[in-house]
């Protein structure tokens, strides 16, 4: 997935995260990451932002976030919005499914 | 019908992480993760992404999971059904129902995507919410369009818009469209479901519409707001006089087959077929009232 446009999802809202994506010219995802929970989750919350845009392909972007409390969960779908609102694109992919 | 009950379906708006988290606490029987009416336009995708996430991370418990998609026609409905039935609710939510054939539309997009993630065909159950005069009239149709659907429900909001009326606190306007639609969800052997009510400060009002319309037969309602949650079960709870009075019934209807004979009766009155079905239902509903016990809010 490349990165094209900036792209941005989330609130500040307690429990949510903003995640705000732009292209990058070199290869490498570059994270700055402020957070109410820093000290505690910091390097989980960089760890999921990082996995998430693996996932998606994304090889170069900057990535700025800055969260409220988000649940993994949270972060990975912020991540995800964001990724896709950044490659101006709504070819979307579900890979995960429910096991039950 | 299943044995589910779904007395109170909390509405939970998909684009709020912090209400996602917490949406189990507060005690309702089912859980409605709502991509449609309350994610503003720009944000149709966030929400997607985050109830997706939050399905196939979080735990519910034995919380009833459901999704409202987007209206198929819309073209955002196809993009929530890919992304939510891989996240395997318990039931996906149908808005705007207005024929069986969107029931049966949906359904073959929802088995297609089963089929694709390898999900055991059949295991997404559906329900449809009818919210248009055409709705209601269709109603019928709709209840025995598709073996998925676990019930059908009523949308007020767009069904007095569609009347050119608007809502009364005592429900006039939703009467035909209340009976139909319990009638045909109790012919099709489903639940009907019955709308929201908005004024979550009327808390008098809101049990005076509860206690007529599960006086109607709906089976529950969905709701808005968890502070609705307790006195919709109390609603739905059977009283002691009722349950005292259903028991009697069946020990009388007990001692009367003991005996071999096939007629009961009570302090004089003859007990027939119906009299037992009725209290065996409102025991029934006790018990399974009781393994589901309201959490303080």
């Keep these: 997935m490349k990165i094209i446009t900036t792209g941005v999802a989330g609130t500040m809202e307690s429990s949510d995260i903003i ?31 990082r996995e998430t845009l693996d996932e998606l392909g994304v090889e170069a972007a900057y990535v700025n976030a800055v969260d409220k409390g988000a649940l993994d969960c949270t972060v ?3 991540t995800m ?18 096991k039950k | 019908m299943s044995g589910r009950l779904r007395r109170s379906m909390l509405f939970v708006p998909g684009n709020n992480p912090g209400m996602i988290r917490d949406a189990h606490i507060y005690g309702s029987d089912s859980i409605m993760f709502d991509l449609e009416d309350s994610v503003a336009i720009d944000q149709k995708d966030a929400a997607r992404f985050l109830v997706y996430k939050a399905l196939t991370t979080l735990h519910y418990g034995s919380k009833e999971l459901v999704v409202r998609i987007n209206d198929l026609t819309t073209g955002l409905g196809i993009k929530d059904l890919e992304a939510i039935v891989r ?16 029931v049966i539309d949906c359904e073959r997009e929802i088995e297609r995507i089963e089929r694709e993630a390898g999900i055991p065909v059949g295991s997404t159950g559906m329900m449809a919410a009818i919210e248009s005069a055409i709705g209601v009239l269709n109603a019928k149709e709709i209840a025995f369009s598709s073996k998925r659907l676990i019930g059908i429900a009523l949308g007020a909001e767009d ?14 306007e939703l009467m035909f469209a209340r009976g139909m639609i319990v009638n045909a969800a109790k012919a099709a052997g489903i639940m009907a479901l019955d709308t929201v009510y908005s004024d979550v400060n009327n808390e008098e009002g809101f049990i005076a519409e509860a206690t007529m ?16 949650v307790a006195p919709l079960h109390a609603v739905f709870t059977p ?25 009961a009766s009570l302090n004089g009155k003859m007990i027939d077929k ?6 065996q239902y409102l025991l029934d509903l006790y018990e399974r009232s009781k393994s589901m016990p309201v959490e303080e809010v």
């Excluded at chain 2, 069904?159 to 006039?172: C, F, H, N, Q």
């Excluded at chain 2, 009283?239 to 005996?259: G, P, V, Y």
């Design chain 2, 87 to 102: 996240a395997r609710p318990d039931v996906i939510r149908l808005p705007k129902t207005e024929t069986a054939q969107d």
């Design chain 2, 274 to 279: 119906p009299v037992v079905a009725r209290a």
């Design chain 2, 239 to 263: 009283s002691e006089r009722d349950l005292k009075k259903a028991r009697a019934i069946m020990d009388a209807i007990a001692e009367a087959n003991a005996r071999g004979s096939g007629v």
């Design chain 1, 81 to 98: 919005a964001a990724a896709y609102r950044a490659a101006n694109s709504t070819d979307y992919v579900f890979k995960e499914v429910t």
């Design chain 1, 19 to 49: 995640v705000r994506i732009e292209p990058k010219e070199t290869n490498g995802i570059e994270l700055e990451l402020e957070s109410d929970v820093m000290q505690q989750f910091g390097k989980q919350i960089e760890k999921v932002i």
């Design chain 2, 213 to 228: 319309i599960r006086k109607m037969g709906f089976d529950g309602k969905s709701i808005i707001n968890p502070r609705q």
């Design chain 2, 159 to 172: 069904y007095v818009t569609d009347l050119k009326t608007t809502r009364s606190p005592e429900g006039i």
């Design chain 1, 76 to 78: 990975a779908a912020r």
